[in-house]
């Protein structure tokens, strides 16, 4: 069995981390993390923005550090203005980046959570992605130590990454997480465009995550996953971020 780890915020424990760290459950979930009423007020401010894409081919806000590994000045430039639009998208809430840092860094009492800054620039907070009826995400896996050797936040020793459903969808866009770490010899099943040859999933154990408003999953990203299509009228509308944990220096950084 590869299953999740259902807590409350309160009840969450550096223990439950070091599960999904070491693969022993699939994933963390605090159900209703954020009040419905909330994530439909960010939904309601987005709306009312005109917020400019952070590329023609995703429709994200913020951008995603993995997909500038060889642009670095690009991406801090782009950093700086989703930070200040996060802020705007933000302003009648509780802010949930801080909400989400606060409870990962519950988890880590002896560990300080850092400033996330290079050569004084600081990392995205958050991306806010939003797929549409018939999108997926491909099988893929989140390592930045593999694939952001350029970038400061690359020099950690495990990292986690937490989603959060702002909107859930009427239909699919589940997120499924494959019992398979993810090591250097699985680049031969890379794809051209994006992620891995569906075959390395064939035969291994996986949990299903369901899309459901005020939610925080909590994911290993070395473990395989992708998202199901989403069917229906309801895009599915996500805030992602990455933590790092260093434990030369006890510090856990946050960026995205
Ligand atoms: O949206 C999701 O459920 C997963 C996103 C993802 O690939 C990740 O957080 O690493
Ligand atoms: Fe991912």
Request: aromatic share 10%; net charge positive; with cysteine.
């Amino acid at each position: 069995m590869w299953k999740s780890i259902i807590v409350t915020k309160n009840q969450i424990e550096n223990k439950d981390i070091k599960k999904i760290i070491d693969g022993e459950n699939s994933s963390i979930i605090i159900k209703n993390f954020l009040k419905k009423e909330d994530c439909k007020k960010i939904i309601k401010k987005i709306s009312s923005m005109n917020i400019e894409k952070d590329s023609k081919k995703f429709n994200h806000i913020g951008p995603f550090l993995m997909n500038y590994t060889t642009k670095k000045e690009k991406y801090f430039d782009n950093a700086e203005k989703a930070n200040e639009v996060f802020k705007k998208i933000f302003v009648n809430v509780e802010n949930p980046v801080n909400k989400i840092k606060t409870t990962i860094s519950k988890c880590f009492p002896n560990y300080k959570i850092a400033e996330t800054k290079e050569n004084q620039r600081n990392y995205a907070s958050c991306t806010i992605r939003r797929h549409e009826n018939g999108k997926s995400i491909p099988l893929h896996k989140d390592n930045v130590r593999y694939e952001g050797v350029e970038y400061q936040v690359s020099k950690i020793n495990s990292q986690i990454s937490c989603i959060l459903h702002l909107q859930e969808t009427e239909k699919g866009g589940n997120l499924s997480i494959y019992n398979k770490r993810w090591e250097k010899k699985l680049e031969k099943y890379r794809e051209i465009e994006f992620g891995y040859n569906p075959i390395i999933k064939e035969n291994i154990l996986m949990d299903t995550i369901e899309s459901k408003s005020g939610d925080l999953v909590i994911i290993n990203p070395n473990y395989l996953h992708e998202v199901k299509k989403i069917q229906g009228n309801s895009d599915r509308i996500t805030l992602g971020m990455f933590f790092g944990i260093e434990n030369k220096t006890k510090k856990i950084f946050s960026w995205a």
